[in-house]
């Protein structure tokens, strides 16, 4: 089974930085991946990881690590328009592929 | 063309009726999914299709029947669904769903079904 934790809600000041954490436990972890979902649209795809490490995408980056079981995605020089919900989702590859959800968390980006 | 389309936006049925909601993409990917999404919850997934084949049922109820007669297609049949049912049911498809990398999945902007 998957148990995806993810802080519910958060607040930043625009062009602050912000760190969303989330911690997992997986059966058969092949892979984290971040999405953004504005309210009332589909997710978008922000980053994956598979290795520890950070991963680097302009003002987003996203760390993981697998011994930790934990992954965090750091937004940088924050905007209004990132205030969405942001999921964590495992990729789970016990029986056949398929990506578990987070809770998510919905961040609100204030002036 | 990255876009999975899903037809139709809005959907209200009661709880007697039979309805179908439709997905379809077109970037060559073999792997379609359905998610339902509750207000302020994450998506859960439903069901998965590899190369056309049902995948993966999450423990869904019956009165939901999905059908993949291609690699572009996906549907989802609904048939004396509950209030409860009510939420925003979500495709996507990706490259595979075998293997070492899913691939980044990439979503419809959703059905949102409501039972009266």
């Known amino acids: 089974g998957q148990n995806i934790d993810q802080p519910t809600e958060m607040t930043a000041t625009e062009g602050a930085i912000v760190q969303i954490n989330c911690t997992y436990q997986t059966s058969g972890f092949n892979g984290l991946f971040w999405y953004q979902q504005h309210a009332g649209e589909a997710p978008t795809f922000l980053s994956y990881n598979v290795l520890d490490g950070l991963e680097e995408k302009g003002r987003f980056s996203s760390f993981l690590s697998r011994s930790k079981g934990y992954s965090y995605l750091l937004l940088k020089e924050l905007q209004m328009k990132d205030s969405a919900s942001y999921l964590c989702?495992?990729?789970?590859?016990?029986?056949?592929?398929?990506?578990?959800f987070g809770t998510g968390t919905r961040l609100t980006v204030i002036p | 063309d990255t876009e999975v389309t899903q037809t139709p936006k809005h959907l209200v049925m009661g709880m007697t009726n039979k309805k179908s909601l439709k997905c379809e993409q077109h970037?060559?990917?073999?792997?379609m999914y359905w998610y339902k999404q509750k207000a302020k919850k994450p998506p859960e997934l439903m069901f998965v299709y590899s190369y056309e084949k049902l995948s993966i049922n999450e423990s869904v109820p019956s009165r939901f029947s999905p059908e993949c007669p291609n690699s572009s297609l996906l549907n989802l049949h609904l048939h004396a669904l509950q209030p409860e049912d009510s939420a925003l049911y979500l495709c996507?498809?990706?490259?595979?769903?075998?293997?070492?990398?899913?691939?980044?999945?990439?979503f419809g902007e959703g059905s949102r079904l409501t039972v009266l």
């Open positions: 996507a498809s990706s490259q595979v769903a075998s293997g070492d990398y899913t691939g980044e999945l990439f």
């Open positions: 989702a495992v990729h789970d590859q016990t029986g056949a592929n398929n990506l578990f």
């Open positions: 970037m060559g990917h073999r792997a």
